[in-house]
């Protein structure tokens, strides 16, 4: 191996740095949002229909997320803080889950006779 393509033992190399777990929560979340896009493409392309009424379907990751994103926010960095990230996390879920029959009616609606 050449004496310049080495790593160094002072850490002065390019090392490998994770990411922060706010990234890695939203990389989940986008995760969801493309597997979603991945089966409305699909759909699209066997039968020849687009689907609609997905709005609630749409949002029931970014409601999820943003309660994750509070909670992994405030156990890393303490901001905000417990009793606030707790609420939004609280009112994020509880918005998702009354969104919840919304987004399956919504869908069902695309399949009905």
């Excluded at 990234?23 to 699209?44: D, E, H, N, Q, S």
């Excluded at 997905?54 to 990751?61: D, I």
């Excluded at 609280?90 to 009905?112: K, R």
């Amino acid at each position: 191996m050449p004496e310049n393509k080495r790593p160094t033992e002072d850490g002065g190399g390019s090392g490998y740095t994770p990411s922060s777990p706010v990234k890695r929560t939203l990389a989940w979340v986008g995760l969801a949002y493309a597997l979603i896009l991945l089966a409305l493409t699909t759909y699209f392309f066997f039968t020849a229909k687009s689907l609609g009424n997905l709005g609630p379907l749409l949002a029931l990751p970014g409601l999820i997320g943003l309660g994750a994103v509070a909670l992994v926010s405030w156990r890393t960095t303490g901001r905000p803080g417990k009793w606030p990230a707790t609420a939004l996390a609280a009112i994020c879920w509880l918005l998702a889950l009354a969104t919840l029959p919304l987004a399956a009616a919504g869908l069902m609606s695309n399949f009905g006779g």
